[in-house]
């Protein structure tokens, strides 16, 4: 099996299940009982946290529990806008944020609240200049995502953050979701205000998240019910997944340490090989771009044909994000990048894990290319 599909989730690793198994054997008490199991639960969920907010550099109480980055950017975005309405109703984000993002800010705009979205350009990159002009005094939130899950491409987030900074009312938040342990981010020197995570895109379960939250910031509890997690999100803690999440986000930050330049080997590798392939266009950035993706269309091909034939060769790849896949129509990242209809209708997006090889992408172009000539003989 090749799996380039990481970037809509990864296998998890085969440590981080044991322990997923083991404490949930083990450590099945309700971290809020009295009880001896309850406390050697609250206890296992206190060092988990502590062990995150040392890797992310935060301190533990800005470290918030979550199911994943559709409930972190959710908690975020609403959370934020909620809370901080009386100070303003005005709210920035990109026109190729994650659906989660932008359907966030479609229903805010329903309840009152004024968004602008940024345009981007044909690699997904803002321009700054318009971010400075969109700004207002009753500005409340910026949402960048940091890593975009289709194109690949990286926002200045540390120009972006500080630019926010000057606006005292204005919270900054970024969806980190595809960033996290392949693209370094310092929360603190990016003046980052809530940062949402994922756990099952670094090799961790399903189910778990996290969202930093800098000390001092509020938000509105979107689940009530509990005091778990600071009052911002009630029900009863996943230890398991704490601690299972832990462990991924160690261990995908050492072989990040120990091999940061594979995934950049690979990417390199891959591009250059497809465009041996006649017809391919590769529509993410060459240059300043995630490590892990790239995204590349065949026009007037049918990207659904292809990666259904490259799967009955156990090879997977995707079109776009996981949570828009199923939808019939183009890409709408690549249509607001200004991609246009053939190339974003026929998207394709491979990603990495530290995990594949060399040799896995020679097999797999090889693949490609006798899948497309296969194609192109069916169409004449």
Known sequence: MIYFDNSATTKPYK???ETYQKVSEVFFGNPSSLHTLGKQAEKLLDQGREQISKLLQANKKEIVFTSGGTEGNNLAIKGTALQHKSRGNHLITTKIEHASNYEAFQQLETLGFEVTYLDVDHYGIICLDQLKSSLREDTILVSIIHVNNE???????????EIVKQYPK???HVDHVQGITKVPLSFKQCHIDLCTISGHKFHGPKGTGILYVRQGVKLFSLFTGG???YNLRAG???IPGVIAIAKALRMSMEKFVQNKNHLQQLRNHFIKSLNEIEGVVVNSPIEEAAPHIVNFSLPKLKPEVIIQSLGEQEMYVSTKSACSSKLAEPSRVL???GLGNDRAGSAIRASFSFDNTIEEVDEFILAMKKTVLQLKEVMR
């Open 335 to 337: 249509m607001m990048a």
């Open 236 to 238: 009863t803690e996943n």
């Open 227 to 229: 005091v778990q997690e």
């Open 170 to 172: 204005a919270y900054f």
């Open 15 to 17: 440590e981080v299940i």
């Open 151 to 161: 194109l690949g491409s990286i926002q200045p987030i540390k120009e972006i953050g």
